[in-house]
Nanobody, 110 residues
Framework: AQLVESGGGSVQPGGSLRLSCVAS????????MGWARQVPGKGLEWVSG???????YYSDSVKGRFTISRDSAENTIYLQMHNLKPEDTAVYYC?????WGQGTQVTVSS
């Protein structure tokens, strides 16, 4: 079982990115899933979750700007990020059940 993130990169403030997390060896709908991020020297911040009852969670810092979704046919979890801010700069990790991906860097800078 493996989670592979992609879609990170560098963007100017106000820009958008979409992160993808392809899950191999999982049945997507069987697990809670989500995204966390980490800035060097700081703890892991849980950013967004999508649960088996279809409920969602967003941290206050991203609410209204980020959207979590999944494509069960593609076994992929997405995090659409709009109106990015410099404080969104971090390594983003996807989580599915008890497994974590390797992370993808997002840098927001002018």
């Amino acid at each position: 079982a493996q989670l592979v993130e992609s879609g990170g990169g560098s963007v100017q403030p106000g820009g958008s990115l979409r992160l993808s997390c392809v899950a191999s060896g999982f049945v997507l709908n069987s697990y809670a899933m989500g995204w966390a991020r980490q800035v060097p020297g700081k703890g892991l911040e849980w950013v967004s979750g999508l649960y088996s009852d279809h409920s969602t969670y967003y941290s206050d810092s991203v609410k209204g700007r980020f959207t979590i979704s999944r494509d069960s046919a593609e076994n992929t979890i997405y995090l659409q990020m709009h109106n990015l801010k410099p404080e969104d700069t971090a390594v983003y990790y996807c989580k599915l059940g008890g497994s974590w991906g390797q992370g993808t860097q997002v840098t927001v800078s002018s």
